[in-house]
């Protein structure tokens, strides 16, 4: 969503809503990780994060985050 549009629909949103919307306006540009793994490997990695709840891409942006801290 862009910012002209989520500003023109504030009036009719809630502040929940204003607030998520003007989130995902300010969000950084994502860019795309291709990886290639053994096929087991990737199985397994699907199934926990399955298993736990969670998106297997914010799994990995989780790890990426601890592994280049200073």
């Given at each position: ?40 490997l ?7 994060a ?21």
């Amino acid at each position: 969503m862009s910012l002209k549009n989520a500003m023109k629909a504030k009036k009719t949103r809630t502040t929940p809503q204003k607030a998520k919307a003007l989130e995902e306006v300010a969000q950084e540009e994502t860019k795309r990780l291709n990886v290639n793994l053994p096929a087991s490997l990737l199985k397994a990695f699907k199934i926990k994060a399955t298993l736990e709840g969670k998106e297997m891409s914010e799994v990995i942006k989780a790890f990426i985050e601890q592994y280049v801290k200073v």
